[in-house]
């Protein structure tokens, strides 16, 4: 189970947007998952509007430095009210991680707006010490370069990243993940 809280933009125009996701492994090599979403509109002069729409999502194990993954976002293709001048794009991604070495991840992803040209996006990430990883990568459109770093810290997990702007400067990124621990066979009970 999963729950996201996003906000983008300020008090003239901004986006919330809070998901409720669930994940299920079925066998070793493959998963799959569902995420419901709200999503809160706000521009000064027009008020706010809102509405729902749900993303899916796979992993494929082909190999055991191979994962290969899909993800579709709003595939009903939701929108906003014509009035109101914003859409809700429909979003898909095709992406892979390739693992040469225990310490070492490359990632590569297409991703296709139904609205825009597709954007390639490619990435390394290195673990320094234990519980430290440093990030860099590139997005194709628009063509920009990104760093990071993520630590694990127990059950918590924090990932910052960061991608200089043309227009907006330097635009920072936080992640927070709590971990919550799997229940052993031992502990789990059988529900009637």
Known sequence: ???????????????KMIGLGFGKAFGKRFSAGLKFDYINFKIEE????????FDVGFQFLAHEQLLIGAHLFNPLSINVEEAFGEDLSTIMRLGLVYMPVKKVQVLAE??????????FKAGISYQLVDNF???????????????????????????FAGAYRERLGFTPQLSLQLLLPKKSKSQATDLP
């Open 1 to 15: 189970f999963g729950l996201s809280v996003n906000y983008f933009g300020e008090s003239a125009f901004n986006q």
């Open 133 to 159: 990883y440093l990030r860099g990568g590139v997005n194709s459109y628009p063509l920009r370069g990104t760093f990071g770093f993520g630590i694990d810290w127990q059950n918590l997990r924090i990932d």
């Open 46 to 53: 027009y008020g706010q509007r809102n509405l729902f729409t």
């Open 110 to 119: 297409i991703e296709k707006d139904l609205d825009f040209k597709p954007n």
